[in-house]
Structure formats: structure tokens, C-alpha cells
């Protein structure tokens, strides 16, 4: 029937409109999607811009802010110790300026990319004859120190860290030819995943490097260039005088690394997942590890990895560190890697508590989603759950955990489906309900928070937790592009239990089947130290994590005097428990007093975001990072130029340093902001072409009637 | 036959229509009570909620006398903040302090004018306290937001505006970014100039 309309010309107009639209609209999108980045770049040398270095580089400036070229390096020596979790690394690299004319001095910015839990604590260049030495320092006072150094002509760098993922030095006046070494000092701590530690030191020539590429030189400090990047080119095309290098003269960065490797426990293997290695065994059971070959090529990154040795029960290590008369020490456990699946499991009563509010819109709410899909699959008929959301108000789908039946997970999975972001946050109302139900010390019973945790009542949720947490445990999932993963870690530390974060949707069941596999098997719990013995006992966390199978528990000490054995008590299931660890035998290490100082400084500063006052925070972050020598909020490393006083012979050639260094950038991802375009206008459009199809339609109908 | 596909095709088209220009007067509206909510703020109150149910209050109020542009800027940067006016991206400093600032807003509503804005062109900022902030736009960019990154750490104070690009795109969702940096050239008195 419609075949016969069909035939009406004003008809197939209109059907061929309506099909033509639909792939007009798709189009300009593909579009979009399809420009290549490089219609976009700022010139035509192919340069670098800060965020892309992988590894240790020291970048020559160019005429264009932002882009640099890096130097070449002749070789890199590292040295690393590993101490239970933590890596203390001792980079040194070797740099030259390429270029062979005459009067070619140049900018350079040493950029070393950490990974997140590492901090640079010392700081070392040598370029040609002069030596700079970083200091820490309160921050005003290194950056009062960095001015006038700066107006007295001296050489000089202010080295800040907002948030410690990438470190910058700047140089002034590198001169041709000239050999710059930069040695460094890092602490990290190791990552512990599935089972093994793994430490990263990262190698990786970037593919940047181009044979034959010109290296621009500056002449001049690049004051006042243009403003728009992407139409203006280098204005002053005939000063700039490109040595080109010979192919295959870019080297490739051969690289020596050494490690001196000290587990805490007894390990199953130790790996080099990319090079060949030697690991000779130590006597106090640690281990020596070289690199098979002398100098490796820089074409990958280091990867190390171990694994505890089989074993059923907990184990607890110890190292320790005299520093001024204190002593630090870390103690770790390590949970027991029998997967002891026969054991019989508690039952658990699991409250999911999700959040609905606007600002979870979008892909967020379907990562929650998500999340809760997944956690309900591994429930079990012993366990009782009960699903709560909140926007502004508080909805829950029982009034208490009800046992899993299939009615009852088929009830909540539809529930969960449906479930939509609107509204605001307040989510106390939901902590108090959740913690209404009645507690039962024959069950775990454990509270999932998935929240992206926007809310401004922080102290109320930790005093509530305080007041009624009792036997439960609360464990946080942040989601959202940017969850406040502050308020959320704090709140799994009120909890006693732990914070995860899900990035992306694909990312969700993954990390939730590895946190939810962990919820299950608890070992530990009520974890304490015993005082006994100790003088200025003064441990963090201060309030100590359950543990679970697969994930040790590290606790950073300071005390004035150590008993001989420390103990350590809890609960294994429902039977008490405690293990004594011995110190007097403990191996000594070094990097334990700034570990134990980097943990003291981040509880600190959670201070600050729990009502203590600013100054209260600073002081006391000011002591501790002052004391051990570290980059914080509140203190910078100064690199000041030590070299002995020379006469004025080249003075007259080194330019003003009219522009600012590079300091340490705080960048924000783009790709983190929300899209900004409505779907209004292409609503709009299909709206009207709708209306007007259905028009002529009638019109048609009309006519042939 | 044909009159139930008109029928079909004008419901669908009016709820589309009506969806597109809700949009834009949704947008508008949620201004006019931005602005009630901001006078709250100058007085003293504290995340004034512009209506019961919001999740967001205003932080400031941006301005730009060449073009007569004068709105209200929304605490948090999430796609549901954005329908009524452009947010500040929290993670950036507040505007009290002396941290950089990010703004962002819908390039088919609030954000329209960036296409607009010059360098050289005067943006002012007030913030809760009623002090003025006035910054000079320095420089216009365009990024793609899978691989860019914005500096905030200069020597001197930011104000960097985002939105999407192109302005005439008429399906949203592409990874251009037109990026407006603005920086600090005073402070001023309480009265606006």
C-alpha cells in the first residue's frame, strides 16, 4: 500500500530527503573524527613538547614556547635499591649540546617523568665547568633565593612540585660542544599487583628521534613571539642556523643499570621481563642484579619483577634505619599465597551504596552501573545484600540485606538498570542507612560505596563512620572524571577498608572482579601494634587496613627507642591472633626515614581537607619536609649555581634571562574536560524536517484524495 | 497509511523541536535565576542553590563589555552544570586564590562568543567576594583533546576558557577543543568599572 503512495512524486521527494539527512548528519561528525592532529601542529620541525618525554631528557628551547629539541645523551648509569616496597634510584646522565658553531649557547630543561608515588629529593648538575647543587628549602624562601641568584647573573633553577609526576631543572647558557651530567636521587614505591612487585625503571628512546633532523638554534631569549600557534612561523627565519646531523650519529643512549634487590621475604623468582639479567644471591637475603650486558640500548624499559614464596600463613618482615638518634622502620605483611579456596568462606552481608546525582550523567553512571552489575554476579545464597542509591534523596531497595535468591538478584539487576543520574549529592543519609542494619559478628559485613564522592560534609561522613562503623567495613569505588578521590580514600580509612578507583567503562570489570575476588577472602582484621616497648611510637597509617589475600600492608615507624621484638595483634576470622616480629635482627637500609616522612606528609595533608587549618598543616609539613630533605606543598629544591667565582671573560655573550625558565608545569588533560556542544542544533534541525515532511505528506494525501 | 505516518512524523518532530529549543531556553532561564542566586552570594551566603534541586551554585560571574556577554559561572565542569551556564573546572585553583582558572561552557550556547573574543580584548571576572579580576586575552588555540594538555603554572595568573570546535558543528561530540587564554592584568575595587 505504501508502494502506491510511493509512486507520488512529493512523496519520494520526501522519503529521499529523510534517507539523505540521516547519513549528512553522521557525516560532518566522521569528519571531525578523521582530522589528523597534524593539520594542527605548531611547525614544521618535528620538536617535543614537555608531557612527551618517557624518559630522563634534557630538551634545548626553541623559538616556539612550548617545543623543545632534546639533546642527545651519551650514557646513563643507574643505580637502584629496593627495600621491601620501596625503590631508592641514583640516575645519572651524561648530555651534550650538538651543535659545533661558535656562540650557539643554548636553553636547556632537564625533565625527568616520575611515576606517581616518587619524589626527587636531590639534585646535582655539572654543565662544562659549573656545578649546580639543589637545596630544599621553604618554598618563598627558594623562590627569594631563585630571584636574586636570578638578578645577580648567577645560574640558577627553581625546581617546584605542585603534584609529583614530572620534575624539571632549567639551565641557562649551555655552550657548544658542551658536556652536561645530571645526576639525580628518587624514591618510589613499588607496585604490587596479582601477586608480584614490580619495579619500572623507564628506558624508552622516543621515536622522536629522527637521523638527520636540523636541531634549531636560538639566538635570542624568544620574547614576545606571535600568539596564534597555528599560523605563525618562526619570524626570524634567516637567524636561525640548523647544524644538521649526520645519520645514524644520534646515539643509542646506552644505558648501564645495577640493582641491589631486598625483598623482606622469602621469593619464589625474581624476573627481567625485556633484559637478560645476572642475580647473584646475597647473604642476608638479598640480591645483587646486573644488566648480562655491560650498556643495554635505551630501546625499552626496565621491568622487574618478584614474587613472595609459597606459604599458608601471614608473614611479617621488618627493616630499619637509624637517622639523628630515631630510629624508622617498615614493617610489612604479607599475606599467605595459598589461595584457600577450601577454607570455608563467612557469609557476607553486602550493602552496595550508589550514588545518582547529576553530576554522574553520562558515562558515569554507567560505569556505577556497571560496577553493580558486576558485583552482584559473585554473589553467593549465604550472603544477604541490599542495594541503596542516593541523589538528594535516599532510596533503598530493601529495608535491610535479604538473602540471595534468584527473585531477589533479578529484582536487583532490573533496579540497577534502571537506575538514572539527577539531582544532587548528599550522601550521609545513605551512610546512616546502610549502617541501620544490625550487626552480626558471625558475618563479614561490608559496605560498597560508588560514588563519585562530590559533596561538601566530609566531617559529618567521618564522624558518623567513627560513631557507628562497629564490626563493618566500607570500601569506596570512585567513578566520574574527576571523583574526589581525597574525600574517598578517606573515607575507606574510616572504614577499614580500601579505595578503588575506575577509570573508564572498559576498565570496571576488571578492577572490580580483582577487588570484589579480594572482599572474599579476608585474613586478617583489627589489626593493631602493640605499644609495649616502644618510646615516641609514632606509626602510618595510623590506623591500620585489614588484610587480604593477595595485598601485603606496609606500616611506616618512628619511635626514639624499639623494643627487641615488636608484636602485632588482630583477628583471624573469629579467632584472635598475633605474630611477633623480631628487630633486633632486622636488616638496615637506607630510604626508610624518607618513606616514612613522604606517608607522614600525605596524612598531613589530608589534615587539611578535614577542617585543620591551613597553617596548622603547614607547620607541620614544613618540619617533616625540611627535616628530611623533600619537595612538598610547602618546600621547593632550590639548584643554585655553587661554582667557584670565575672572571667575567663570557659574560658579555651570555644573554639576560629576560624569559622565564620552565619551571616544573602543572598541565590538565584536554581529553578530562566535558564535550561542550549540545545536541540542541541537530535536535532542532530534526525536528523541523520532521514537521516538514509530515507536510507535504498531508499535502500529498490531499491532492491524490 | 500516509496519515499515520504524517501524525508519526509531526509528534517526532515536535518533540524533537521542542527538545532542541528547550535546550536553548534552558539555558537561558537558568541564567536569570543564576543571577538571583549570585546577588545571594555577594550578600554573604554560602553555595546559594539556584533552584531546589540544583547540585551546583555559582562561583562567579564572567563579563565581557566589548560583547555585552554577562553571565554566571557554575561550580564543577559536568555535562548537566553546563546546560545552565559555564562551569569552572574544580580541580583548577579558586578564583580567590592565585592559581590559573579553567572555564568551560557549550560552544551552541553560553561559550558562543569565544569565537568572538580578540587578543587584546578585556575579560573580567568577579568573584564572590565582588572583587573584579581583569584579564587580557593573549592567545586563541586550537588543540585536539585526545593528545593536548593545558599548562597551568605560568609566571602569571590564567584564565583559560574551553569549548568545542568547530562552533558550527551541527553534531557535538568531536575532539577539537578552542582554547582562549586570558592572563591577569589587575585586581580592582569592589564597584564594577
Known sequence: ???????????????????????????????????????????????????????????????????????????????IAVTGIIARATVRQEFTNPSEKKGDWLEGVYVFPLPETAAVDHLRMHVGER??????????????????????????????????????????????????????????????????????????????????????????????????????????????????QKPGQWPINPVSLSLSLTPGFPVAKVESLFHPIIVIPDPDRGYQISLKKDAVPADRDFQLTWSPAASNEPRATVFTEQRNGETFAMLMLVPPTQQNDAAPRMPRDLTFVIGTSGSLAGPSIEQAKASLAAALMRLTTQDRFNV?????????????????????????????EGLSADGGTDMLPALRQALKSPEDSTRLQQIILITDGQVGNEDELFELLHHRLGNRRVFTIGIGSTPNSHLMRKTAEFGRGTFTYVGNVSDVKDTLDALFKKLEHPVLSDIQLDRAGWTALEHYPSRI????????????????????????????????????????????????????????????????????????????????????????????????????????????????????????????????????????EIQLLLGLLLLTTAVFLWRAQKAAA | MITLLVVAFVLIGLWQTGNGAWIYLKAQLAQVQLQRAWAGTLAGQQEVKPWLWADTWPIARLAVPSLGIDQIVLEGAYGRTLA??????????????????????????????????????????????????????????????????????????????????????????????????????????????
Open chain 1, 1 to 79: 500500500m505504501l508502494y502506491a503512495h510511493a509512486r507520488s512524486p512529493i512523496v519520494r521527494l520526501c522519503l529521499c530527503v529523510l534517507l539523505t539527512a540521516f547519513p549528512l548528519l553522521i557525516l560532518p561528525q566522521a569528519m571531525l573524527l578523521a582530522q589528523p592532529a597534524e593539520s594542527l601542529s605548531t611547525g614544521v620541525i618535528p620538536t617535543m613538547g614537555i608531557n612527551d618525554v618517557t624518559e630522563g631528557t634534557l630538551l634545548f628551547k626553541t623559538n616556539q614556547p612550548g617545543r623543545y629539541t632534546p639533546a642527545p645523551i651519551l650514557k646513563i648509569d643507574v643505580q
Open chain 1, 131 to 244: 656545578i649546580i647543587e639543589g637545596h630544599i628549602k621553604e618554598r618563598a624562601e627558594a623562590k627569594k633565593v631563585y630571584e636574586k641568584a636570578k638578578q645577580e647573573g648567577k645560574r640558577t633553577s627553581l625546581v617546584e612540585q605542585e603534584r609529583p609526576n614530572i620534575f624539571t631543572t632549567s639551565v641557562a647558557n649551555i655552550g657548544p660542544s658542551e658536556r652536561i651530567i645530571v645526576e639525580i636521587e628518587y624514591q618510589e614505591t613499588i607496585r604490587y599487583d596479582q601477586g608480584k612487585f614490580q619495579l619500572r625503571f623507564p628506558m624508552v628512546v622516543g621515536q622522536r628521534y629522527i637521523p638527520g633532523t636540523p636541531v634549531i638554534v636560538e639566538d635570542q631569549d624568544p620574547k614576545g613571539l606571535g600568539t596564534m600557534l597555528d599560523t605563525d612561523r618562526v619570524p626570524d627565519a634567516s637567524r636561525i642556523t640548523p647544524p644538521v
Open chain 1, 388 to 416: 541503596i542509591q542516593f541523589n538528594n534523596t535516599v532510596r533503598s531497595l530493601f529495608s535491610s540485606p535479604q538473602p540471595v535468591t534468584t527473585a531477589a538478584k533479578r529484582k536487583a539487576i532490573r533496579y540497577v
Open chain 1, 545 to 680: 587496613a585489614d588484610l587480604y589475600d593477595g595485598e601485603p600492608i606496609v606500616l611506616a615507624v618512628k619511635a626514639t627507642s624499639v623494643p627487641d621484638q615488636a608484636l602485632l595483634r588482630g583477628h583471624m576470622g573469629t579467632q584472635p591472633w598475633s605474630l611477633p616480629v623480631s628487630l633486633k635482627q632486622a636488616t638496615a637500609r637506607s630510604g626508610l626515614s624518607v618513606y616514612w616522612a613522604r606517608q607522614k606528609i600525605s596524612t598531613l595533608m589530608d589534615e587539611a581537607f578535614m577542617g585543620t587549618d591551613e597553617e596548622t598543616v603547614r607547620k607541620g609539613v614544613l618540619d617533616v619536609a625540611l627535616a628530611h630533605h623533600l619537595v612538598s606543598k610547602y618546600t621547593s629544591l632550590v639548584a643554585v649555581d655553587v661554582t667557584p667565582a670565575r672572571p667575567i671573560g663570557k659574560s658579555e655573550t651570555e644573554q639576560p634571562q629576560g624569559a622565564r625558565p620552565t619551571e616544573d608545569q602543572e598541565k590538565t588533560a584536554m581529553a578530562g574536560l566535558p564535550k561542550t556542544g549540545t545536541t540542541g
Open chain 2, 84 to 193: 545552565f551556564g559555564p562551569g569552572h573546572v574544580e580541580s583548577t585553583g579558586p578564583l580567590e586564590g592565585s592559581d590559573s582558572i579553567i572555564l568551560t561552557g557549550h560552544r551552541d550556547t553560553h561559550f558562543r562568543f569565544l569565537e568572538k573574543l580578540h587578543v587584546g580584548e578585556t575579560i573580567l571576572l568577579q568573584a564572590r567576594t565582588g572583587v573584579w579580576h581583569r584579564f587580557v586575552v593573549r592567545d586563541r588555540q586550537i588543540v585536539d583533546s585526545r593528545t593536548a594538555t593545558i599548562s597551568t603554572q605560568e609566571d602569571k595568573r590564567q584564565l583559560i576558557l574551553v569549548t568545542c570546535y568547530p562552533f558550527t558543528a551541527i553534531v557535538p561530540g568531536g575532539p577539537l577543543r578552542y582554547m582562549v587564554n586570558a592572563e591577569i592584568v589587575e585586581r580592582m575595587a569592589k564597584d564594577k568599572p
